[in-house]
């Protein structure tokens, strides 16, 4: 059904109509068996809480280790669900379009921390689909990556099968660049699937496309890689982990074991050692794009920034 600006306008700027499936009970903790008779999607006041016309706001504790120290920083990841145009692939903004827009779940991560006398700063924007029967894929990914080097900047696309990867960097070995990559699992698009139903996240051997940031900082292109993914639930956490053969890397992600199974921090190694992890400090649901103005600086304070 394609979406009226009446419509759009009555959910408000970033909200959008659940489409493909409807809220129902379910009290399930997540690590039984996607393909259980017991396991339902959509948690009773799922809809309620990801098209409340307010995006979830997340700020943590970053520890980054960086040319071999360990840096102190600060992430902040925002998810929101929105409208997108999956051909464009692009938010949309209740222009004319011969396209129907689809609902998203929008992740913005943004880490900072200093090396020294000098800063770095990483943006990463991820587009999922809510409804993965429709759309099984992530369809896009993009990364900005400062600091006073230089900056990279790098984009991928998902296109008939394919993700579509476009770079454009600072520095000589990834400056530039345009290839396709099989459509397999992206790694930055596996805590948005968390958010949305765990019980649909692919776990065992899985092919995989590294994270941005992690590709980024370590000036490696995109390829898939062998992924063992696992999800599990201890107690009140729930832990999702991604672990490379190729050079012995391991993500764990912990989230809250029920809905709306919030982000609680990560720790990433490789051989054994430390990389970055992440505590979370605070986290509210804001529509903090109409919070710009100076009589809401306080809440950086709030959000520990």
Same mark, same amino acid.
Not at 43 to 62: F, I, T
């Given at each position: 059904m394609k979406l009226s600006t009446l419509t759009l306008c009555l959910l408000g700027?970033?909200?959008? $109509?659940?489409?493909?499936?409807?809220?129902?009970?379910?009290?399930? !903790?997540?690590? &039984?068996?996607?393909?259980?008779?017991?396991?339902?999607?959509?948690?009773?006041?799922?809809?309620?809480?990801?098209?409340?016309?307010?995006?979830?706001?997340?700020?943590?504790?970053? $520890?980054?280790?960086?040319?071999?120290?360990?840096?102190?920083?600060? !992430?902040?990841? &925002?998810?929101?669900?929105e409208p997108f145009l999956p051909n464009q692939q692009v938010k949309f903004d209740n222009k004319p379009s011969e396209e129907e827009a689809i609902s998203v779940l929008k992740l913005n991560r943004i880490h900072r921390f200093n090396t020294g006398i000098y800063d770095y700063s990483l943006m990463l924007s991820s587009f999922t689909p809510v409804s993965r029967n429709q759309y099984p894929h992530t369809l896009k990914t993009t990364l900005s990556a400062q600091d006073w080097c230089g900056h990279s900047w790098w984009q991928l696309n998902y296109q008939k099968?394919?993700?579509?990867?476009?770079?454009r960097s600072y520095f000589q070995a990834e400056a530039d660049a345009k290839v396709a990559l099989d459509g397999v699992l992206l790694e930055d698009e596996l805590p948005g699937l968390m958010r949305l139903d765990p019980t649909k996240v692919p776990t065992g051997k899985q092919q995989v496309i590294p994270g941005a940031m992690y590709s980024s900082l370590f000036h490696e292109m995109p390829e898939a890689q062998t992924a063992t993914i696992e999800v599990d639930t201890k107690g009140d956490e729930a832990h999702l982990v991604i672990s490379y053969a190729k050079n012995a890397r391991v993500l764990t992600y912990r989230f809250e074991s029920e809905f709306p199974n919030k982000l609680l921090g990560w720790e990433e190694t490789v051989k054994g050692k430390r990389l970055s992890s992440a505590a979370l400090k605070h986290s509210s649901q804001e529509a903090y794009w109409g919070q710009n103005s100076n009589q809401f600086s306080s809440m950086r304070e709030t959000l520990g920034l």
């Open positions: 700027l970033f909200s959008f $109509i659940a489409c493909e499936e409807t809220s129902v009970k379910t009290t399930a !903790a997540i690590g &039984i068996p996607a393909d259980s008779p017991s396991i339902v999607t959509r948690p009773e006041g799922w809809d309620g809480y990801w098209y409340s016309g307010k995006a979830e706001v997340n700020s943590y504790d970053l $520890i980054q280790n960086r040319y071999g120290e360990d840096r102190k920083g600060d !992430a902040v990841l &925002i998810f929101v669900t099968g394919k993700y579509q990867a476009e770079r």
